[in-house]
C-alpha cells in the first residue's frame, strides 16, 4: 500500500515537468524554438531567394564600373544585407524593361560568389544594337531595375558525371563560371572540367582572373583552352572559331559518363552544337544555357 502510494506521488510530481518538456517541444516543431534550433532548420532548407521567381521587382544599382571596351559590372543591393541573393549554380535572373513601349526580357548569370551577403554583381556586354543591354548601359547608380527570378532548368548534381567539357563564347561564359565554382568547390565531386572559351580578340576575354585562379587552385582538375578570332602578338592560346579538332583536342571524347555544357551567341551555338552531333556526342549528354 505505502509501495503504490509512493509511485503514484512520483507520477503526479513528474506530469508538470513532462507537460512542460511536451509543449517546449511542440513550440520548436512549429518554429518558436530556441535560435539554435531555427538555425539548425534554416541551414537545411537554404536561405530563401532574395528575389521572387514570378514578381518583376526593383533592385537598386549601386556600382556600375566598366570592365572591358563594351562590357560593364553592375552590383544590385538586397534588401537583407545578411543574406545572399540565393540562386542555385547555373541558374539565372531575368531582366525587364520596357523599351520604346514594347517589353523586353533577357537573362543575365550574376558573376558574385554564391555565398556572397547583401549584393549582387552582373557583367553585362553592351551590343550597338541590343535593346536590354543598352538599356542597363543606360542606368545610373542610385536607379532601380525590375528583376525576377531565379530561373532555369540546370540541375547540378555532385559527381554526376565522370567528366566535364563545357564551351562558352563571350559574355555565355556566366552560366559556366557558376557551374564550374560549384562543382570545383564541392567536397564531393572529384570531376575534372575542361572549357574551350572563344571571343573576337583578347581584351573581349572577360572574367581571366578568375579563371585563372581556379586553374592555380584546381591544377589536374580544371583547366581553359582559350581562343580568340583576333589575336595580338603576344597571344599564345588557340585562333579562330570553335572547331571539331578544338572540341577532340581539349573536351572528354563522347561517352556515357561526359557531361558538356555550352552557352554563346545564337550562331555560335548552332554550329557549335552541329559540331558535337558530328563527333558522336549523344543528344542527352549536351546542356545549352
Ligand atoms: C542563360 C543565359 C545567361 C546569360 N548571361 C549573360 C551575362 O551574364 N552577361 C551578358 O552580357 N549576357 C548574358 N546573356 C545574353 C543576354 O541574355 C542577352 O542575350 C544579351 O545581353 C543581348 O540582349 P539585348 O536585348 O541587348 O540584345 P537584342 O536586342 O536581343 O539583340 C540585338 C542585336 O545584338 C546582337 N546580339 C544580341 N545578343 C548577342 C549575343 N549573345 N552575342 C552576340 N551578339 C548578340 C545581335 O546582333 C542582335 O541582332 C545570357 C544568356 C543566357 C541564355
Not at 29 to 52: F, T, Y
Not at 120 to 138: A, C, N, V, W
Not at 182 to 197: E, K, Y
Not at 266 to 271: H, I
Amino acid at each position: 500500500m505505502a509501495q503504490s502510494s509512493a509511485i503514484l506521488l512520483s507520477v503526479l510530481l513528474l506530469l508538470p515537468a513532462l507537460a512542460v518538456y511536451y509543449l517546449s517541444r511542440k513550440a520548436e516543431n512549429n518554429g518558436n524554438g530556441s535560435g539554435a534550433d531555427k538555425s539548425v532548420k534554416k541551414e537545411e532548407a537554404g536561405p530563401l531567394p532574395q528575389i521572387s521567381p514570378e514578381e518583376f521587382r526593383p533592385f537598386k544599382l549601386t556600382r556600375k564600373e566598366p570592365v572591358s571596351h563594351n562590357t560593364n559590372l553592375y552590383r544590385f543591393a538586397l534588401d537583407d544585407p545578411t543574406l545572399p541573393l540565393g540562386l542555385l549554380p547555373g541558374q539565372h535572373i531575368q531582366v525587364r524593361a520596357l523599351i520604346d513601349g514594347v517589353e523586353a526580357i533577357k537573362p543575365y548569370t550574376p558573376i558574385s560568389l554564391f555565398e556572397t551577403k547583401g549584393y549582387f554583381d552582373l557583367l553585362i556586354k553592351t551590343y550597338p544594337q541590343g535593346r536590354i543591354s543598352r538599356y542597363m548601359d543606360g542606368v545610373k547608380t542610385g536607379e532601380s531595375v525590375l528583376m525576377r527570378g531565379p530561373k532555369g532548368s540546370f540541375q547540378y548534381v555532385p559527381n554526376g558525371c565522370r567528366r566535364i567539357g563545357m564551351i562558352g563564347g563571350g559574355t555565355g561564359i556566366t552560366p559556366l563560371l557558376s557551374v564550374c565554382r560549384a562543382v570545383l568547390g564541392h567536397p564531393d565531386d572529384r570531376s575534372p572540367i575542361t572549357l574551350i572559351f572563344a571571343n573576337k580578340s583578347p581584351e573581349d576575354c572577360l572574367l581571366e582572373s578568375e579563371l585563372k585562379s581556379l586553374e592555380s587552385e584546381f591544377p589536374g582538375r580544371f583547366r581553359v583552352c582559350w581562343t580568340v578570332d583576333l589575336p595580338n602578338e603576344k597571344w599564345d592560346g588557340e585562333i579562330g572559331l570553335v572547331t571539331e579538332s578544338m572540341i577532340q583536342a581539349h573536351l572528354p571524347s563522347p561517352s556515357e559518363d561526359c557531361k558538356i555544357l555550352i552557352c554563346g551567341p545564337p550562331l555560335m551555338m548552332t554550329m557549335v552544337v552541329g559540331e558535337l552531333k558530328g563527333l558522336g556526342y549523344p543528344d542527352d549528354k549536351v546542356f545549352r544555357f
